[in-house]
């Protein structure tokens, strides 16, 4: 897949999300092998922000339950 390509896709979700009535949506821009490294090695990454769930944090402060949750997610959505 190309950039443009991708760029349409994602347009094609916002658009059609909000057409079904959606309210919110948020992204998370990494993937799950820099969030993996971050874990590994919180020091590197201190500056690494995510969107949690309604609101952004520093990766390395959440809990680990919460970083696996996120990790989770962004695994199930990485098409690279």
Do not use: C, W
């Amino acid at each position: 897949m190309n950039d443009s390509e991708g760029i349409n896709k994602v347009a094609a979700l916002v658009r059609s999300y909000f057409k079904m009535d959606g309210h919110h949506i948020q992204f998370n821009v990494v993937t799950a092998e820099t969030l993996k490294k971050a874990q590994a090695n919180p020091a590197n990454y201190r500056n690494l922000i995510v969107r949690v769930a309604g609101y952004s944090d520093y990766f390395v402060d959440l809990t680990r339950d919460l970083q696996d949750e996120i990790i989770l997610r962004t695994e199930h959505l990485d098409v690279g």
